[in-house]
């Protein structure tokens, strides 16, 4: 549930010099996205909707299963009764910063299985030296999947993260 991989560190940057240049786009589009991070996600998570427009991407959603249910995240998904571009944007992305779960170093985000609340570190961010275009991007998928009911360990992290950059592209 926390991505605390050094490379996640590293590729954040990326995204934050990519989203420099997005960030003209209206906050309308991301409602649930919290003004101090949006910045520096809003281009990251404009690829996520890219990538999950993909059917090779949203398969994802029948690689993992729901801990809850033991079914796959699709279902979960499909009683939402919300399409996985609508999941992504209720998923509320806010501030991390201060609280116990960015205190670790090179922790991006981390949220609880289920829960439509995904914390960012922004600190990380701004700290990221050289990101890796796409990563940023690929960390948001998987905090989405952990949104819609994956568990971790079983999976752990870095397979799922694997997953996602396979799924997904890097
Ligand atoms: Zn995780």
Redo the contacts with the bound molecule.
């Keep these: 549930?926390?991505?605390s991989l050094p490379h996640v560190l590293l590729a954040a940057a990326g995204s934050l010099a990519l989203s420099a240049s997005a960030a003209s786009a209206g906050d309308s589009d991301w409602p649930n996205v919290d003004p101090r991070v949006a910045p520096a996600l809003r281009g990251a998570l404009r690829q996520v909707a890219t990538r999950f427009s993909r059917p090779e991407c949203a398969a994802l959603l029948h690689d993992f299963d729901d801990a809850r249910t033991d079914r796959p995240l699709a279902e979960t998904l499909c009683r939402s009764g919300l399409s996985l571009q609508a999941w992504l944007r209720s998923v509320h992305f806010l501030a991390g910063e201060g609280r116990s779960g960015c205190s670790g170093r090179g922790t991006f985000a981390y949220t609880a299985v289920g829960s439509k609340v995904v914390w960012v570190c922004p600190l990380t961010l701004e700290k990221s030296p050289r990101p890796r275009p796409g990563l940023t991007a690929n960390v948001l998928i998987?905090?989405t999947l952990?949104s819609l009911g994956l568990g971790?360990d079983p999976p752990s992290?870095e397979e799922?993260s694997l997953r996602v950059e396979v799924r997904c592209g890097r």
């Design positions: 549930m926390r991505l998987h905090e952990h971790e992290s799922i």
